[in-house]
């Protein structure tokens, strides 16, 4: 602190870019190693935050003091210290409290855990009171540690334990002895043997003093140990086998046949799908081979740790950043007058579930992480194959310490008959129980039918779980399975009931009952194509701007043809006397113009065309110019009518895979997803292949000739595909992917087992099954590798096919399945043109009618008004000119009213044309009707 008050760094002044200052006492092997894990994360989420933080190194040399380290501090945000040695630590502390800066400290060292007895070789940081920006945290390989100090007094060891270790913990990093140092027997630490002879040589100096056996080591080398131990195992020479071990692999050795052990490591109860996110990130872009740096699994919940305490670094920083508009930036030596951070402390309380475990408090600012730590015991019989047990058999954590599974840790897996289940929800096979919580949890297809199974079988009793991430799993570049095949793998599960297909790389380290379920193959959901109804369809065979344009055709031609009878020298209106005995005269007064050009247009024809030549003319074009517009519009009608009904867009994968328009994809670590992955590297393969072969020096340049061709031999369809599925993104979860299939603006068509997507039919009537299935392959029960139980769970399987206990569950789940949707019956395209689409035309019908009737009153009304009295029709003087030239007796109100007909509508002329092969053109009383029609026109 006084040196401090002495030394003043100036301040630079420059604009500080964000920095994260990661301090370190000594560049060895094991700081590079955890340099590494943050320096590559820290690439991750600058990359996936957008955020421009920056990690800049300082070492600090032995024998530091307080003055240079503060040289270094200038403009820092945040401070990570590696530092290991109580002295560096304390300085950095001082550093940390002195000027105010947030500061995360990784505590390495034995660590007590909260109500954990403490060890000589425990170390507690102290922690500066009132000031929550310096944490601790420990991380979960130490916290890892103590699962020993509760497990092994629950195993009765009296004698020494033998530990066989390797580089799992770095060599020059001894803290993890701690723990079991602390456990009250003698101890003996060796190296483990990795090559046959040396192993051998090795068994044989333990074969007669090492009664207990714990391997801390990687599980290659645990599983190489124990394949050259066979005989010892079978002899019982070691007493006692422990795997201690922070890998994430778990036991699977198919060629040790015999081993008997409890099996201690890590186990992520959460999803790992941020890891997998991470190491996608670096695979795609080329980390691991530009910088040499893979997660290896004895690294996982090492590096997912560091991993995610530089993702709260980032978060917090951003969080600081929002809440100041700012972040602000430290020098050591200036003490800031405000405070202009938000407390570390704080913050990490509220951090989310980790793979690895939750991050903890205890009292100090001191956090852990509490990592869930799984036993197993395996118990293998090389006289019995068919045996092979790998059994959970308890949990642990700091909180809760060991939680047993069954009566005690050290019972033989082989009396216990109490199976694990895991499961997977994936309905009508597998779905929460609508009312779980005061019931079983699940129900559906696969659990009735594991009810079967086991009253079939008898003597057993299961307990059923659903895994974790809620997958069935796929496998990283480690080879560890995730989501359901991990947990059987694993030993967390015996037995796995699912919809699970079986596949070559899951038979490989899980074994298959046979089927239970038809041969399902790989489909396409998509959304219905909704079927546009439209009652005036008919109305929409034309755009608006055709039908203004007919409209104005039609009233430029009728007052052309009017304008053209008027002064046509030639025309009926100019040459009454000439057409006098003609019987087809027409005038062509505006409205018999306006008649004329409409009736032209319908089958009944327009009728007596005009007399001039010019007239005829325009008529002439005006039926051509109507014959074309009824001739297109009839045929695009028709086209417009059925075309809805027609369009298929896309019936299968091909149609797919040749467009570029809607997006397509499956689920996340679904069947289908490899099966794209595959065929696209399959390809690949395929590609490599044929370029080595056409590459070949060896071949004469005319066999090269044979193998050369125009195009690209091999297809790079699933290539193409995969791509653009991976561009598009794949959807996480069923019910994301049926929405993106509803909401998706182009499309989207999720491509995936065929029993989800008939399900998602079944139970949705906006959604349809596109295409044949492909891929097809059966569904069965997976057991763990040589699990005692597969003939069994096998043949009560055939006894149940046998005895159609399936069919009927069969029926039960699908076709009486109450969430089944009653969908309305789709218009076939076999039907004819539905009412929705042609209904308007009735409409016009009825409109049609309404105005006639409305023309009718008006038409009855005005007459009335005119002729006021009918009674005194004698006496009246009657107004209109019905009687004004052609003085015919009194008639009576009817006669009158059909003489009135002729007079509005003017159809005295069609009349005549429709009758003129009648017999007596005269009978029709047609010289009356003339003189109307003149009065009226010169009206
Ligand atoms: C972090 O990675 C970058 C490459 O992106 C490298 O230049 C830098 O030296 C690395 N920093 C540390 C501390 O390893
Ligand atoms: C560093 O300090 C230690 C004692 O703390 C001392 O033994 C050693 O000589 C010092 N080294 C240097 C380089 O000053
Ligand atoms: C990073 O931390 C944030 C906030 O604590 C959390 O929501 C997010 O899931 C984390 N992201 C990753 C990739 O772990
Ligand atoms: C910090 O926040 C301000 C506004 O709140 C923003 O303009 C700035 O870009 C942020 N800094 C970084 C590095 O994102
Ligand atoms: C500043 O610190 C004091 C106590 O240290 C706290 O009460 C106050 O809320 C802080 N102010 C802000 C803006 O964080
Ligand atoms: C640990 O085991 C107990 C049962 O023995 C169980 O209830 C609990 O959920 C398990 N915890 C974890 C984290 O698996």
């Known amino acids: 602190m006084r040196i401090l008050l002495f030394i003043l760094i100036p301040c630079t002044g420059i604009a500080a870019a964000i920095d994260i200052l990661v301090a370190l006492e000594q560049a060895d092997t094991y700081t590079k190693d955890i340099l590494m894990h943050l320096n590559i994360s820290q690439m991750f989420f600058k990359d996936k935050y957008q955020f421009e933080a920056g990690i800049q190194r300082m070492v600090i040399l032995p024998n530091t003091t307080q003055e240079n380290v503060c040289s270094r501090i200038v403009d820092v945000s945040v401070i990570i210290s590696l530092a290991r040695s109580q002295d560096k630590i304390d300085l950095m502390r001082n550093v940390s409290v002195a000027a105010r800066i947030p500061m995360i400290q990784f505590h390495f060292y034995p660590w007590s855990p909260p109500g954990f007895f403490k060890s000589n070789t425990s170390q507690t940081l102290l922690m500066p009171n009132n000031f929550d920006n310096y944490v601790a945290m420990v991380p979960p390989s130490a916290v890892f540690q103590y699962s020993i100090v509760d497990i092994f007094p629950q195993m009765n060891i009296s004698t020494q334990l033998t530990v066989l270790s390797d580089d799992i913990y770095n060599v020059a990093f001894d803290s993890w002895k701690g723990s079991l140092d602390s456990l009250g027997v003698p101890v003996r630490y060796m190296q483990i043997a990795t090559n046959p002879s040396r192993i051998r040589a090795q068994l044989n100096s333990l074969r007669n003093q090492a009664k207990t056996i714990v391997f801390v080591a990687k599980t290659e080398n645990i599983e190489r140990f124990l394949l050259e131990a066979q005989s010892n195992i079978e002899n019982e020479d070691f007493e006692m086998v422990f795997a201690f071990t922070k890998d994430v692999t778990p036991f699977k050795c198919d060629d040790c046949l015999s081993a008997k052990m409890h099996w201690i490591r890590p186990y992520s109860t959460n999803t790992v799908q941020d890891i997998r996110a991470y190491q996608e990130f670096i695979n795609k872009n080329e980390i691991n081979l530009d910088m040499d740096y893979t997660i290896t699994s004895s690294e996982e919940v090492d590096a997912s740790f560091y991993y995610d305490a530089m993702n709260s670094t980032f978060v917090y920083l951003m969080k600081v950043n929002s809440t100041y508009s700012d972040i602000s930036s430290f020098s050591c030596g200036s003490v800031p007058s405000a405070n202009t951070t938000l407390p570390l402390a704080n913050f990490l309380t509220t951090r989310p579930i980790l793979e690895y475990g939750v991050t903890k408090r205890q009292d100090n600012n001191y956090f852990y992480q509490d990592v869930p730590v799984r036993i197993f015991s395996i118990d293998r019989i090389a006289s019995n194959e068919d045996s092979k047990y790998n059994k959970l058999m308890a949990n642990w954590t700091v909180d809760t310490g060991v939680l047993l599974y069954y009566e005690s840790l050290t019972q033989s897996p082989r009396e216990i008959n109490i199976y694990r289940v895991a499961t997977v929800v994936q309905p009508p096979f597998v779905q929460r129980f609508p009312d779980w919580e005061n019931g079983p949890d699940f129900e559906g297809y696969c659990i009735d039918l594991m009810a079967l199974i086991s009253d079939t079988i008898g003597n057993m009793s299961y307990v059923l779980y659903e895994v974790e991430d809620g997958t069935f799993g796929t496998m990283d570049d480690n080879g560890n399975w995730n989501g359901l095949m991990g947990a059987v793998v694993s030993g967390s599960a015996d037995i796995a009931v699912a919809p699970m297909s079986v596949m070559a790389e899951r038979e490989n380290d899980v074994d298959f009952t046979v089927p239970y379920y038809d041969l399902v193959g790989t489909s396409i959901l998509m959304k219905k194509s909704e079927v546009e109804y439209s009652l005036f369809k008919f109305m929409k065979v034309l755009e608006w701007q055709v039908w203004v344009c007919i409209l104005g055709a039609y009233i430029i031609t009728a007052l052309l043809l009017w304008v053209f009878d008027r002064f046509s020298p030639y025309s009926y209106h100019n040459n009454r006397e000439r057409y006098k005995d003609d019987l087809e005269k027409r005038e062509f007064s505006l409205k018999e113009c306006l008649w004329f050009c409409m009736t032209s247009l319908t089958p009944q024809g327009g009728g007596e065309a005009p007399k001039n030549i010019s007239g005829r003319i325009v008529a002439a074009t005006w039926w051509l110019f109507g014959f074309i517009i009824i001739a297109s519009y009839t ?75 125009w195009d690209y031999p091999v297809s790079d369809k699933y290539t193409n595909m995969w791509r653009y599925m991976e561009e598009s993104g794949l959807p996480d979860s069923m019910e994301d992917a049926i929405n993106r299939v509803l909401t998706s603006k182009d499309g989207f068509a999720f491509i995936g087992d065929a029993t989800e997507i008939r399900y998602a039919e079944l139970t949705s009537c906006n959604l349809q099954q596109v295409g044949s299935e492909f891929s097809r392959k059966p569904y069965a029960i997976a057991l763990q590798t040589g699990h005692p139980l597969k003939d069994d769970v096998s043949s009560a399987i055939l006894l149940l096919l046998n005895q159609r206990r399936l069919e009927a569950l069969k029926e039960k789940w699908w076709n009486e399945n109450p969430k089944r949707m009653v969908c309305p019956v789709n ?11 042609i209904g308007g035309v009735f409409i016009v019908i009825l409109a049609g009618i309404v105005l006639s009737i409305v023309t009718l009153t008006c038409e009855y009304f005005y007459y009335r008004r005119a002729t006021p009295v009918s009674k005194d029709v004698t006496t009246s003087k009657h107004p209109t000119p019905v009687v004004k030239e052609h003085q015919s007796p009194p008639i009576s109100r009817d006669e009158e009213e059909e003489k009135e007909k002729p007079r509005e509508g003017s159809v005295i002329h069609r009349r005549n044309n429709s009758t003129k092969n009648s017999p007596d053109p005269r009978s029709i009383p047609s010289e009356g009707n003339y003189t109307y029609e003149n009065v009226a026109f010169q009206k």
């Open 635 to 709: 045929a695009n009608l028709a086209a417009f009518l059925t075309v809805s009904r027609l369009e298929q867009p896309i019936s299968s994968l091909d149609d797919l895979a040749k467009q570029y328009k809607v997006e397509y994809a499956p689920m996340k670590g679904s069947a289908s997803e490899t099966y794209f992955r595959r065929m696209a590297e399959i390809e690949e393969q395929f590609y490599h292949i044929w370029k080595d072969m056409s590459l070949n020096e060896s071949l004469t340049p005319r066999e090269r000739s044979r193998l050369a061709v």
């Open 827 to 837: 218009t076939d395209e076999s039907d004819g043109i539905s009412i929705q689409n």
